[in-house]
């Protein structure tokens, strides 16, 4: 019943930009803390970036000043619009929705990023 569909992934040269985006339904979408996460081949899954319901905001420090996350609730949608991009930015990149007071946390299937020197 809940789904997080995500869009958006694919190769891009290093400089460039993506944007991503992560379609929910079966939720209450402005209920719900929304995050993205990445995974690279052998390293263990770490938070890039999430965003409150009042959209108060979080980021790794690694892509602190280059990426850029937002919601639409209107749309159940949320992005991660994604600059000057490195290589090492290559992962797979996970939607999260979370409702602590619910103890509710739910995860999309991911997109592979891929960035080339």
């Known amino acids: 019943q809940v789904q997080l569909v995500e869009s958006g992934g694919g190769l891009v040269q290093a400089g460039g930009s993506l944007r991503l985006s992560c379609a929910a339904s079966?939720?209450?979408?402005?209920?719900?803390?929304m995050g993205w996460y990445r995974q690279a081949p052998g390293k263990q899954r770490e938070l890039v970036a999430n965003i409150g319901s009042f959209s108060n905001t979080n980021y790794a420090d690694s892509v602190k000043g280059r990426f850029t996350i937002s919601r639409d609730n209107a749309k159940n949608t949320m992005y991660l619009q994604m600059n000057s991009l490195k290589p090492e930015d290559t992962a797979v990149y996970y939607c999260n929705a979370a409702y602590f007071g619910l103890k509710n946390n739910y995860w999309g299937q991911g997109t592979q990023v891929t960035v080339s020197s």
């Open positions: 079966g939720i209450t979408f402005s209920n719900y803390v």
